[in-house]
């Protein structure tokens, strides 16, 4: 049976759409990021154990303590499949939780510990790692980090993880703080998804694409609705202006739709009934079309203008006006 080509297509993307969209690709990061999952599972079953073994009384602290946790990785899978949080978001809300569960349990509630050079050795250890967060967030490093910044949490927690645990083999206490010792390597797991989340093979910033929409309208500078796109073959034309200050441009209208990126000063525009705009630098504005105006550069250093045409072939980019004379 002979299949159409539209009915073809069709299948392609559904099949397409129905594979499931990652951000990672390398086998190496699906795997750091399946055993950090695997272990907030496992944090999961370790806090349920701790409720029901221990009693609510005692394993309270373990329970809110999970609830950071558990809100870091399931931001680290909405930000592995790109469900709703962005790069910056995941940055700032796991880093966050990081530093709380630190505080929390490390600092405010820490653990009793039998030892007192290890006592002492975890407690600057948790300050430590507190005072690195807060560094980060006050340079806005957590916007990207960058390898040694995520190193240097993730190895001070896991040394942190690994004295507590010494204490434990040392000098053994109750049966609780055994448990409560060893469930803490669940947060240098954490620190490591997000190691494993943010890491390049350079030792440079993560380079993010961001993109910001300077326009959207419909309607020219003025207000007035923009005409129909041309019939018949079309025509892009991208001009670069340079406008030395206190020139003025000639009287003259725009037969095509164009819009522009001002990248270098402050142009104004004016309009033949008079009406005036002022596009500052950095700034989008949409030309009039059909309208005589005309430009100025009143400003203090030169202007550098780039301008985008939807032309068509053989038709004029603007229609000069000499008949009119400059104020």
């Known amino acids: 049976m002979r299949v159409s080509p539209s009915l073809s297509r069709n299948a392609t993307y559904i099949s397409n759409n129905n594979i499931m969209d990652i951000r990672f690709k390398e086998k190496s990061k699906i795997i750091d990021i399946a055993i950090v999952l695997l272990a907030g599972i496992a944090s999961v079953g370790m806090m349920i154990y701790a409720v029901f073994h221990f009693g609510l009384k005692n394993a309270w602290n373990e329970l809110i303590l999970n609830m950071f946790y558990l809100a870091c990785l399931v931001m680290i899978a909405m930000y592995f499949f790109k469900v709703c949080i962005t790069t910056k978001q995941f940055n700032y809300w796991c880093s966050l939780c990081v530093g709380i569960t630190v505080l929390l349990r490390d600092i405010l509630f820490p653990p009793p510990l039998v030892n007192y050079p290890l006592h002492l050795s975890c407690m600057t250890l948790s300050v430590i790692l507190v005072l690195m967060l807060i560094f980060f967030y006050s340079r806005k490093d957590w916007v990207t980090y960058s390898k040694r910044n995520l190193w240097m949490i993730c190895i001070v ?67 007035v609705e923009l005409p129909d796109y041309l019939q018949g073959r079309p025509e892009i034309v991208a001009i670069k202006y340079e406008i030395p200050v206190g020139q003025k441009l000639s009287w003259h209208h725009h037969p095509v739709m164009n819009h522009g990126i001002l990248v270098q000063g402050d142009l104004t525009i004016i309009s033949e009934n008079g009406k005036e705009k002022v596009v500052h630098e950095g700034e989008a504005v949409v030309e009039m079309v059909g309208t005589i105006h005309h430009g100025e550069n009143r400003g203090s250093k030169p202007i550098v203008l780039y301008m985008f045409y939807l032309s068509q072939e053989g038709l004029p980019l603007s229609v000069q006006h000499p008949e009119i004379t400059l104020a």
């Open 157 to 223: 927690d896991m040394v942190l993880a690994l004295l507590y645990n010494i204490d434990i083999i040392l000098e053994p206490t109750d049966e609780y703080t055994a448990f409560m010792l060893t469930e803490i390597w669940i947060r240098p797991t954490i620190t490591y998804g997000l190691v494993a989340c943010f890491i390049k093979d350079d030792d440079n910033l993560e380079q993010q694409v961001q993109s910001t929409e300077l326009i959207r309208t419909s309607q020219s500078w003025d207000g």
